[in-house]
């Protein structure tokens, strides 16, 4: 029994709810009664740390939040720095973190080392120490993305790979050195199958996913004797802007809800809720690892026989 005296059984939701009997107390009419309080306590109670990478809510890096939010967690947030007087990219993202208690909200352009470091100066400044880093940024060029990677030029694969990959590397190196991450922190970024095997019109993209994933690999091993574990989810086709200038989208979802084992697309929540688990103490023993948050869609080596002839209606 998880938590013995429970009235009701565990309901399976992530958050950690404690019915704590409290002491006999006074009841109105002088008689003592049994009070029972409910103590919500959730997963993230006390923990803090960084989401990078929010454009708007549609943004995966937004349905990570709602979730840790929900279990508890104190953040700070970043936006695209914005050009000009209009702070347009601030705004979209304080509509949104406002809201929920953001600790602080700040521009940051992975290509500058100094925008960097002062989230990092920031968050060791408002939290000591943080749980978790959340990495969800990536960019190409449109016209290096779209044509094929042998069209791609060489300040378009620097871009891309300075923005899509490298970006973590600085982000995990400034909270190293700035030492602002606790002894069992979670950093977590997001990937796509399109690093492991050639989806076409993924592209550019794939061969800075891979940089991403090996990257995954080499700061686990590096900063798994301090505690820090380094992740990734691998995450199925999800409507954000980012998605929208890759390859054509909507046969992308088509495709998927074809050739996956469980006939579907997944959710942003998805991505979320497992995000949210990746980064808690519940896999305390997972580091390196590629998820796959994808209803099976990399396990196919080939398509279902119902791909091609899609089962007869039933009258
Ligand atoms: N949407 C999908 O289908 C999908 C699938 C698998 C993986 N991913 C990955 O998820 C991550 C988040 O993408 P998304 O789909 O939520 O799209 P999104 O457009 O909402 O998020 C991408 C974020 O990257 C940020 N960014 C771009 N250049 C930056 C820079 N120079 N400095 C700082 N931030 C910068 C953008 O501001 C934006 O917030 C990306 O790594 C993407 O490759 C997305």
Known sequence: MLFPGLAEPYDTTPVLRARLLLQPAQGRSGSKVQQTKVCTMGLFTGR??????????????????????????????????DAGDRPKNQNKVAKLVDPIGSKFLLPMDVCNDEHINAVVAKAAETFGRIDFIVHSIAFAPPADLTGPTWACSRNGFKTAMEISAYSLLAVAGAARKQNVLSSDASILTLTYFGGEEVIPGYNLMGICKAALECS??????????????????????????????VGDFDDMLKLYAGISPMRRNITADEVGRTAMAMLSNLTSGITGEILHVDCGFSVMGAPPADFFTPPAQST
């Open 48 to 81: 803090k740390g960084l989401v990078l990478g929010i454009a708007n809510e549609r943004s995966i890096a937004w349905a990570i939040t709602e979730n840790l939010h929900r279990e508890g967690a104190e953040m700070g947030f970043t936006h695209m720095p």
């Open 216 to 245: 995954v690999r080499y700061l686990a091993s590096e900063l798994g004797p301090e505690g820090v574990r380094v992740n990734a989810i691998s995450a199925g086709p999800v409507k954000t802007v980012s998605a929208m200038g």
